[in-house]
């Protein structure tokens, strides 16, 4: 009786993962958006299709994020007349003020961009910091979660430029 009941409980669960709904947007494809930069201009991914985008998720209060943007400004700096993009979507609660001091600190020179809702779902960012290189065709081509992937980073940009 104990084999029964075992049984048609694995054949249930069978059946209802067969069951699931899945998503018909293929996932290797980078989401557009449409986000606010620092001068308050309009920027949308899709403007910079056939490019190499570095999307870094981060915000000024993480130690980790912080400790990134030096090699992320190298990146930038380095292969930015290759075609590579820098985008780096802030995660900040609140207004631009401590962006913005922190990006003239810094001396930061690539894009940094006010990040929403939407866009961290789209990209499923549920910790910071976390790079994303998108190749040319739009697709996503590599996901770095945390700090000091610089080295497999700069690898994987200078295959797909």
Known sequence: MLKKTVAVCILSLALLAGCTRTSSRD???????????????????SDYKGRVILLDFW??????????VPGIEKL??????????V???????GGWDSVKSFIAQNGV???????????????????IPLMIIVGKDGRIAKRYLGYGNDEDMEREIKAIL
């Not at 494809?29 to 001068?39: E, G």
């Not at 915000?59 to 990134?68: D, F, I, L, N």
């Open 59 to 68: 915000a000024t209060w993480c130690p980790p994020c912080v400790a990134s």
């Open 109 to 127: 020179s690539y894009t940094v961009l006010k990040g929403t809702e939407a866009v961290s779902t789209d990209y499923q960012v549920r910790t």
């Open 27 to 45: 996932q290797s494809v980078a989401a557009d958006f449409t986000l606010q930069d620092l001068n308050g201009r309009m920027v949308k991914l």
């Open 76 to 85: 930038h700096k380095t292969y930015q007349d290759r075609g590579l993009v």
């Open 87 to 93: 985008l780096a979507v802030s995660m900040d609660d």
